[in-house]
């Protein structure tokens, strides 16, 4: 018997391949794999476990506008949006990074993660005033950073889910390490930034992890940035250095909630005399301050800051002189969303003296002290 002769199958002259499945890029432009039950031999034939990839119900080519492409290339475009934000973010906080003194750095504590536990957060505002644009023509303007006074003195409990801020009044007595009794806003004037920090720890008893010293002139464009901010204020009647006719600044509000662009939010921040309001002093005027502070706070939580958001990442860093770069000001901010919106608490003073060289000043008692910084550390 002479021996079989091979198949035609046996003797094809190619060779037979399984395709693989689909990838993930596959499956969301809508492809899927069929089976071929139907036609000729061959690697797509029956039997032979072929398979081809088709557009579901439409020809190759097919570019519709799908619900799942509008989708995917939404939430591309948001991504996009998120990620330009944050370059741009660390790109502004790199570089005003270096804008601190050595010493200044030198004198703050090292903390932690603020995002697991809380550190503080010094905050001080200065009498500086920038030397073009709204402010520059302000009388008896002081341009310089040396020599000027911290207007604003706040500190900041913040992280591990804690938000908590005490603001001081700048007018209060305070001894100055090696320059005696002095209105507690001396120590910058005399010493700068840190100056500043060591008169505050003594003061308090409380050491300082972070410091951020507000920018004046950088203030009202990082306002104007995030669309404005709404707060609600009681009449307000206040024309400081003059008034805007004289270089001043001019704010004029009816009870209710208004919504202030940057240079109105910074005189409203600044309002300590109101001629609608004989009561207002430097004590209602930290209290405008915190106000402020927790409207921003909200306007970045509000979907139309999403339209914003490069601008005032860019911005945002240009406020503010830190020895906090862009990571530790990242983790700030997030330990502020989650801890909420602090409460306001100021140091009430219990008296006042004259100093010399320094005029009335405002006394605050040992124990409101303590008790004020058990309020700020403990809650």
């Not at 000729?40 to 492409?69: E, K, N």
């Not at 002093?281 to 306007?299: F, W, Y």
């Not at 860019?314 to 901010?333: H, I, Q, Y």
Request: charged content about 20%; aromatic content about 6%.
């Amino acid at each position: 018997m002479g021996q079989p002769m091979p198949s035609e199958l046996e003797n094809r002259p190619y060779r037979l391949y399984r395709s693989r499945p689909p990838g993930l890029k596959a499956l969301l432009r809508g492809e899927e794999a069929e089976d071929l039950h139907g036609g000729g031999p061959g690697p797509g034939g029956p039997g032979r476990g072929g398979r081809r990839w088709l557009r579901r119900g439409r020809s190759p080519g097919d570019r519709r506008i799908t619900p799942r492409r509008v989708i995917k290339w939404l939430l591309i475009a948001i991504v996009a949006w998120l990620a330009l934000s944050l370059v741009l973010f660390m790109i502004s906080a790199q570089i005003e990074q270096g804008n601190l003194p050595a010493s200044a750095s030198s004198a703050l504590t090292s903390g932690g993660n603020m995002l697991f536990s809380a550190d503080t957060v010094l905050i001080l505002g200065t009498d500086q005033r920038p030397r073009t644009g709204p402010g520059s023509k302000e009388p008896g303007s002081n341009y310089n950073d040396a020599g000027s006074n911290s207007d604003t003195i706040m500190l900041w409990r913040i992280g591990g889910g804690v938000s908590r801020r005490l603001s001081i009044p700048r007018d209060t007595v305070a001894d100055i390490p090696g320059h005696g009794l002095a209105k507690i806003n001396a120590g910058y004037a005399i010493g700068g930034p840190a100056l500043a920090i060591n008169t505050i720890e003594q003061f308090t008893g409380v050491k300082i992890n972070h410091v951020i010293i507000v920018n004046l002139a950088a203030f009202p464009p990082f306002i104007d940035a995030i669309g404005g901010v709404d707060v609600k204020t009681g009449r307000v009647c206040s024309d400081i250095s003059g008034g805007t006719r004289n270089g001043g600044f001019s704010l004029y509000l009816s009870p209710g909630v208004h919504h202030l662009n940057g240079i109105q939010a910074l005189t409203y921040a600044r309002t300590r005399e109101n001629k609608c309001n004989p009561a207002d002093s430097d004590l209602t005027r930290v209290q405008h301050q915190q106000e402020i502070l927790n409207a921003i706070k909200s306007k970045l939580l509000s979907p139309s800051a999403f339209f914003r958001l490069p601008f005032a990442s860019w911005d945002a860093p240009k406020v503010l002189r830190t020895d906090m770069g862009g990571p530790t000001l990242l983790s700030l901010f997030a330990a502020s969303e989650i801890g909420g919106s602090a409460p306001v608490d100021v140091l009430k003073p219990t008296g006042a003296e004259y100093l010399p060289g320094y005029g009335d000043a405002l006394v605050a008692s040992p124990q409101d002290v303590r008790s004020a910084v058990n309020r700020l550390m403990s809650g």
